[in-house]
């Protein structure tokens, strides 16, 4: 069974630009979560999706948002960028709505750098 | 506030020596625990994880885990470390009565380094 795929790996952006990344969870997982990870700050959750709604946010501003199609894949939205937005952008599928105990597989993260 | 711990930012092993990366935690009610492995420029890779039972948990690549409900510690061991063990490790914790609002809260990863 596939993994999750995340694309594209890199980008490069310049300040005020926006970007779309891309996720395809594993085959038959229906959640999606979407995280922010630096150096300092660790994983930063940004928001879950679960049959193309939002199921939970994180704190971050709304620059940041995402979305679920019928198929389970998501995408997520960075507009008008800032320096502090660079970082790895990890998407992590689980089979089902989000419960506590369910696990979380990973992608290989896109790495994001505004310039 | 709810968070979990990592204390060491970096553990050093000397390869076929046993390794520990610690992992303490505070959430009300019961907890979920997991580990994850990152390789560099990687993702995480799940390890293993605690719903309930066994308070020992063994998972991929030969590690395991030691919950202690006491200490409020979730322990990842390993009896015999390889230098492809390095890599950056994290604990995460999500409140048993979180129902369908599942939030895991990371801790801020350890570093090991597993020397020939």
């Known amino acids: 069974k596939a993994g999750v795929t995340q694309t594209p790996r890199y980008l490069i952006k310049t300040r005020g630009q926006q970007v779309t990344l891309s996720c395809s969870p594993i085959?038959?997982?229906?959640?999606v979560s979407w995280y922010q990870q630096t150096p300092g700050q660790g994983l930063q959750f940004l928001f879950e999706y679960f049959s193309e709604t939002q199921r939970n946010k994180g704190n971050f501003p709304g620059r940041f948002s995402g979305r679920q199609f019928s198929n389970s894949r998501s995408e997520m939205n960075v507009s008008t960028l800032e320096l502090g937005d660079s970082a790895l952008y990890l998407c992590?599928?689980?089979?089902?709505?989000?419960?506590?105990?369910?696990?979380?597989?990973f992608g290989p993260g896109t790495r994001l750098t505004v310039l | 506030a709810q968070s979990v711990a990592q204390p060491e930012d970096q553990v050093n092993v000397a390869e076929g020596n046993p390794l520990t990366v610690k992992c303490t935690y505070s959430?009300?009610?019961?907890?979920?625990l997991f580990w994850y492995v990152q390789y560099p420029n990687r993702g995480l890779q799940f390890l293993l994880k605690y719903i309930t039972g066994d308070n020992l948990v063994k998972g991929s690549y030969g590690f395991e885990a030691e919950f202690n409900k006491s200490q409020t510690s979730f322990h990842l061991k390993k009896p015999s470390a390889l230098v492809s063990d390095s890599a950056l490790y994290f604990c995460?914790?999500?409140?048993?009565?979180?129902?369908?609002?599942?939030?895991?809260?990371w801790g801020l990863g350890t570093s090991l380094a597993v020397n020939p």
């Open positions: 085959s038959g997982h229906r959640s």
């Open positions: 995460a914790v999500s409140p048993a009565n979180a129902g369908n609002n599942r939030k895991l809260i």
């Open positions: 992590a599928s689980s089979r089902t709505s989000g419960g506590a105990e369910d696990t979380q597989y």
């Open positions: 959430v009300s009610g019961n907890p979920y």
